[in-house]
């Protein structure tokens, strides 16, 4: 992967810039899985660390703002120069935030470009390396709708120091950017709880060196004292918080120095056994607040059930039996029957006591201004409630009053509508089974080797998995999982890597080669060295990217938020009306009196029918619609191999008609071979090869490798082979290279490094050039003392997939247009073959963000498709940018979409999974629209006048909760995505997939 870092620095013109060997060697050491997304839009001016692929965010001043249009224009002038990241144009305080990489743009040249709009602009100075942004995330108890995560929202981004927050509702969490500078985790919390919801912490975000430990046992005043003192002896702890209360030890320490094995040694050897420790999982904690907040609701329904049973019996059943009738018609007091004493007694702890979560739901809500669902039910049940209590009074009171009670619909309801809570829950639960099925992939145990000073192995014993600790050995035997990230440093296997990267052949491993934890050994033992532990694992790092993506709001939930805001407010006027006007009819004999059921007067009709449009309403269905379906679209993307960041990328992924495809490295193999080799001098080969792998050793460039690795071949079993001295090394990028060998000049590289350096190429030079570039193939010259001596040609070879998927792609009216730095030769050659008619040859970075700006500019919505660091202007610049898994950090981390399995059809199965969950979300809208609009009328009674329908309130009740649970399952239904049928006939690697 290294080695595809400095693909744009020498021969073929890739790009303009060179990476340093440090900067190469860091890029190969660390994993090639995204670590995180790209960075809030809202995150403060704040800049990267790197070499070519720094990223750095800038403040400007501009006066002359008057409004959006303004703003607007400047945006846009900005987004056009090549190199941004983003920008945002502040009208209210005349600010422009642009995040860019400075090394295809500067900010003097962003300030012109604001000028040339027609405004004045300064570069603010702060002290922006000062600044650092945290990401916390928070389980939030007591959500019931789009209101609900609103509110908790908007109380985050009011905390001083919160840059971002995102509140799912669809999985009870929060995840918060904050500037630890300004605010603290307690702070965010305390934001929370004063909005009446309960916030626990997941994680901070402060420390990735920091473990939490669960202790069983006691822990007096004097234990927890030598807990204390007994860790902070040891080497590399930083910091330790003991909770008594939750028996949890919260500890900062440095990797290198320390790990979690020696901790627990410390803490249970202090309580002479009667201390067990374990590790306080995150995930652990999650599923105990999924399962608690299922079993609430379980228990909740099956007590209200118990009580409704009775209620209902004696209201619906009991009362058409002779026998049981008279009984229940006796009366106590009064007109007070025994039917209703016994359903005044049964629904009060139903309505107070197991509904008692809606008031508090209610209050919490009321109190900040909002109306939530739980408004809704408190309003309902306590108007059947309160009315059949005041029948019940009058009854008890009077001599000759006849009323009818409500208690069965009070209790009714509210058992309908913890039943679909349940159901709710239950399915939310679901939505997240691929992020537990990632973590599942790590092994629960792993065979640990110790060694004594002189290296030999003296112990082997199994531990915990999580006690793995940075450069332990861990011994996989043959069908085992890997435990952590690391290389081999015995043995030799295959391994299964294909839940990790897709790759469906197992891959060789011996001595020295890298292993990703959570991937199979088929065969042959090895002892690993383990280099990435805990979040720093590969796999860690997609759970955390999964994880923040369904996270992430798509933009078209922003249509159920401003709905949420008017719907419950409108749907307590339409409950009004809707009594009122039955009400007035009945005084005023606007219908027949034989329309009144004879157990009922006039008011009552009215009543049932306000209460019945007041909970038929569900405004849950609506804040479910999205998030449900992007965390089950997120979540079957991951487990197809294709990484998406987030509901933007998934939303924006479907509208996609241009796909700009770099060429190395993604149309081809990003391996180059020598495939021939052309002297024009009487000489040996090996001693031709001799020369010019000693020159070419020196580049780091993929055609120098391809070069040096062919050379190899002439030295045989020889290993470690040493070329001649090279002397007075000089790359020229994107031409080639030269320098002295022996006493001889030597020139390795393009036609132009040639000809430049005053080499005269022969006519036999230039045909066998020309026909390299007419068979896709790129000729590079040799010179031996300014007299050019053979040709060699060398070979990318193109993906077996490239010209069915360009094909398949046209067929989904997708343009396809290919990108290059290569030559116009070889970008035609490469083009024709897959099918592409579009072509931007001999292009540096900055001018392939050009071209899709271009094509942005003429109507398309453009993914770029790339896997290089010169690529990422261009993915940052495209609507969606998506990196091939094997490529650079940086690419990765610039795109949206991270196709994990390096094989183009992926592209088409992103493309198509965002269709299809699109879809999904729409059709969700559908439901949870549809049935308010015709749900709504049918409950106020739109019916009764023509068929005598209607629609009594537990029923509303029942439709209501069973909305929600529609829209979840509905979502749920993505879980059986299946990729395009066309795409299991496509030859893939050489192996065709059936």
């Not at 060997?21 to 800049?47: G, H, V």
């Not at 750095?56 to 987004?79: H, I, M, N, R």
């Not at 949890?248 to 050897?269: A, H, M, N």
């Not at 294909?498 to 060789?508: C, D, F, K, L, Q």
Request: aromatic share 8%.
């Amino acid at each position: 992967m290294a080695s595809k870092a400095f693909l744009f620095s020498c021969f073929n013109g890739e790009g303009t810039s060179s990476l340093s060997s440090s900067t190469s060697r860091l890029l190969s050491s660390r994993p090639r899985y995204p670590s995180m997304p790209k960075k809030p839009k809202a995150a403060p001016p704040e800049e990267e660390k790197g070499e070519e692929g720094i990223k750095k965010a800038a403040l400007f001043s501009v006066v002359g703002l008057t409004c959006a249009a303004c703003a607007g224009s400047v945006e846009k002038a900005v987004k056009r120069l090549p190199g941004i990241h983003d920008a945002a144009v502040d009208v209210l305080n005349n600010r422009a935030q642009v995040v860019f990489y400075p090394a295809f743009v500067s900010e003097e040249q962003i300030r012109e470009t604001i000028e040339d709009v027609g405004f004045e602009a300064a570069l603010i100075k702060e002290d922006l390396k000062e600044r650092s942004i945290l990401v916390c995330r928070l389980q939030i108890k007591g959500m019931t709708c789009t209101s609900c995560s609103n509110t908790v929202e908007s109380a985050l981004l009011a905390v001083d120091g919160v840059q971002k927050a995102s509140v799912a509702l669809a999985t009870q969490e929060a995840e918060i950017h904050y500037d630890p500078k300004i605010t603290s985790t307690n702070q965010i919390l305390d934001a929370v709880d004063k909005t009446g919801f309960e916030a626990i912490m997941i994680a901070t975000g402060e420390d990735r060196n920091r473990i939490e430990l669960k202790v069983d046992g006691i822990l007096d005043e004097n234990s927890v004292m030598m807990i204390k003192n007994s860790l902070q002896g040891l080497p590399g702890v930083e910091d330790i918080n003991i909770d008594t209360v939750l028996h949890k030890i919260t500890i900062s320490y440095k990797p290198d120095q320390t790990g979690l094995r020696k901790f627990i040694e410390v803490i249970e050897s202090i309580g002479s056994g009667s201390l067990k420790v374990s590790i306080y999982s995150e995930e652990g904690a999650r599923e105990m607040h999924r399962n608690e907040e299922i079993n609430q609701y379980y228990w909740s329904f099956l007590w209200s059930l118990i009580f409704t049973i009775p209620v209902f019996l004696t209201a619906m059943v009991f009362m058409y039996i002779p026998g049981t009738k008279d009984g229940l018609d006796r009366k106590v007091v009064n007109m007070l029957s025994v039917g209703e004493l016994i359903r005044w007694i049964l629904s009060t702890p139903v309505q107070f006591v197991i509904g008692r979560r809606f008031y508090t739901g209610s209050y919490k809500a009321l109190r900040h201004g909002s109306a939530n669902m739980d408004v809704l039910i408190a309003l309902g049940t306590n108007t059947a409630y309160f009315y059949s209590l005041y029948s019940v009074l009058r009854a008890a009171t009077s001599q000759n009053f006849k009323g009818t009670d409500f208690f069965e619909t009070s209790s009714m309801l509210i058992s309908f509508i913890l039943l679909g809570k349940y159901l709710e829950v239950l399915a939310k639960g679901k939505t997240s089974e691929a992020i537990a099925k990632l973590m599942n992939l790590a092994p629960e145990t792993a065979l640990l080797l110790t060694y004594d000073s002189e290296g030999n192995m003296i112990n082997e014993r199994e531990i915990d998995s999580q006690l793995i600790q940075k450069n332990d050995v861990i011994k996989v035997l043959p069908g085992g999982k890997v435990a952590s990230d690391g290389f081999v440093i015995w043995g030799q296997s295959y391994v299964n890597e294909s839940m990790i990267t897709g790759e469906s052949r197992p891959v060789a491993k011996r001595k020295g080669d890298s292993v990703i934890g959570g991937t199979v050994n088929e065969n042959g033992v090895l002892h690993v060295r383990a280099t990435h532990v805990g979040s720093e694992s590969a796999l860690s790092q997609i759970v955390r990217l999964v994880e923040s993506a369904q996270m992430t709001k798509a933009p078209i939930q922003k249509f159920s938020d401003r709905i949420s805001k008017y719907f419950v407010p409108l749907v307590i006027v339409l409950a009004f009306v809707t009594w009122f006007a039955w009400f007035l009819a009945g005084k005023l004999n606007g219908y027949p009196k034989s329309w009144i059921p004879h157990s009922m007067d006039s008011f009552q009709l009215a009543l049932q029918f306000g209460i019945s449009v007041m909970v038929i309403a569900c405004p849950c269905a609506l804040g479910l619609a999205t998030p449900t379906a992007v965390m089950v679209g997120t979540g079957v993307g991951a487990s197809q191999g294709v990484l998406i960041k987030g509901g933007q990328a998934l939303e924006s992924a479907h509208k996609v008609n241009c796909i700009v495809f770099d060429k190395t490295g993604t149309l081809t193999t990003g391996k180059p071979v020598v495939v021939s080799t052309r002297l024009l001098r009487n000489m040996v080969q090996c001693d031709f090869y001799e020369i010019v792998a000693a020159v070419e050793a020196n580049s780091e460039h993929p055609l120098a490798k391809a070069i040096v690795q062919y050379a190899g071949k002439f030295r045989g079993e020889e290993e470690n082979h040493v070329w001649p001295e090279a002397r007075d090394f000089v790359s020229i990028t994107g031409k080639g290279v030269k320098a002295i060998v022996g006493n001889k000049e030597i020139i390795v590289g393009n036609k132009s490094m040639i000809s430049d350096a005053g080499v005269c190429i022969p006519v036999e030079a230039s045909e066998i050039l020309m026909e390299t570039e007419e068979m896709a193939q790129t000729g590079i010259i040799v010179s031996i003392d300014r007299e050019v001596v053979g040709v060699i040609a060398i070979s990318d070879p193109l993906k077996p997939d490239a010209c069915d998927v360009i094909s398949f792609l046209g067929s989904m009216k997708v343009k396809s247009v290919m990108v290059t730095g290569d030559n116009w030769g070889t970008a035609n050659a490469i083009a024709k073959e897959v099918g592409i008619d579009s072509i931007v040859a001999e292009a540096k970075p900055k001018e392939k963000a050009e071209k899709v700006k271009e094509l942005q500019m003429a109507g398309f919505t453009v993914a770029m498709v790339g896997d290089g660091i010169n690529d990422s202007p261009a993915l940052v610049s495209a609507d969606v940018g998506m990196a091939i898994g094997a490529g650079t950090d940086i690419a990765i981390e610039a795109a949206d979409i991270v196709l994990m399995k390096s094989n183009l059809e992926d592209v088409i199965t992103a493309i198509d999974l965002s269709r299809k969950t699109l879809s999904r979300i729409r059709m969700n809208y559908v439901w949870a629209l549809g049935y308010n609009i015709m749900g709504i009328p049918i409950a106020a009674g739109a019916l009764f006048p023509s068929t005598g329908f209607r629609l009594p309130p537990w029923v509303a009740g029942a439709a209501m909760a069973a909305s929600s649970v529609s829209v979840v399952c509905w979502s749920l239904l993505l879980k059986n995505y299946r990729r395009p049928k066309e795409l299991d006939s496509l030859q893939m690697r050489g192996i065709i997939i059936n």
